[in-house]
């Protein structure tokens, strides 16, 4: 990855942001991932992007912290996420990818504990990178196919949400391809 540098300050970030336990720190980084997916479109800004709004999910709700087994975890994905980022100076994306499916484990199987969600914490999140995606002018078909949700959970959640005002505009062809030129010149 020729932006590799990036990511590491990155995951610096999300690391920093997560052992503080900043919810919105956490939340700020999975869109600054999402960003990152939409303009690279590896799948690994997924994971980040994941991971960034469902620890931020975690810490954020005082039921998982009545779990030891969601205290122990979070010292363990404390120790992940610092692994992540010497990975990913060594430029190894696909063991960045592999800790990172570990911690999705570790999050559902604390999720599993408290079900109140109607969907997964998972499928929400994929929902929301998917919206927001969507939201920041990406085709309804590239930003399902993006982030692993429905066009239909997309639609649903952006109308409902409200989440393209959020953004203030889409852009236009011309900025699109004006966007692109500058990543192709870095």
């Given at each position: 990855?020729?932006?590799?540098?990036?990511?590491?300050?990155?995951?610096?970030l999300l690391?920093k942001?997560?052992?503080?336990?900043?919810?919105?720190?956490m939340?700020?980084?999975?869109?600054?991932?999402?960003?990152?997916?939409?303009?690279?479109?590896?799948?690994?800004?997924?994971?980040?992007?994941?991971?960034s709004?469902?620890?931020?999910?975690?810490?954020?709700?005082?039921?998982?912290?009545?779990?030891?087994?969601?205290?122990?975890?979070?010292?363990?994905?404390?120790?992940?996420?610092?692994?992540?980022?010497?990975?990913?100076?060594?430029?190894?994306?696909?063991?960045?990818?592999?800790?990172?499916?570990?911690?999705?484990?570790m999050?559902?199987?604390?999720?599993?504990?408290?079900?109140?969600?109607?969907?997964?914490?998972?499928?929400?999140?994929?929902?929301?990178?998917?919206?927001?995606?969507?939201?920041q002018?990406?085709?309804?078909?590239?930003?399902?196919?993006?982030?692993?949700?429905?066009?239909?959970?997309i639609?649903?959640?952006?109308?409902?949400?409200?989440?393209?005002?959020?953004?203030?505009?889409?852009?236009?062809?011309?900025?699109?391809?004006?966007?692109v030129?500058?990543?192709?010149?870095?």
């Amino acid at each position: 990855m020729e932006h590799n540098a990036s990511v590491v300050s990155e995951l610096r970030l999300l690391y920093k942001y997560f052992k503080q336990r900043n919810i919105r720190g956490m939340r700020e980084m999975s869109n600054v991932f999402t960003k990152d997916l939409m303009v690279y479109q590896n799948k690994v800004y997924l994971d980040l992007a994941l991971v960034s709004l469902l620890l931020a999910k975690m810490v954020e709700k005082p039921r998982f912290w009545k779990f030891e087994e969601w205290k122990n975890n979070v010292f363990a994905i404390e120790d992940m996420l610092k692994r992540c980022i010497e990975l990913c100076k060594e430029n190894d994306i696909k063991s960045v990818r592999a800790l990172l499916l570990r911690v999705f484990g570790m999050l559902r199987k604390v999720n599993r504990r408290d079900r109140r969600y109607v969907n997964s914490m998972m499928t929400h999140a994929r929902i929301k990178v998917g919206a927001t995606l969507y939201a920041q002018g990406i085709s309804l078909g590239k930003a399902s196919h993006l982030s692993g949700a429905t066009k239909d959970d997309i639609l649903k959640y952006s109308g409902k949400t409200l989440i393209s005002d959020r953004f203030g505009k889409t852009y236009s062809v011309l900025e699109r391809i004006k966007n692109v030129r500058t990543i192709f010149r870095t």
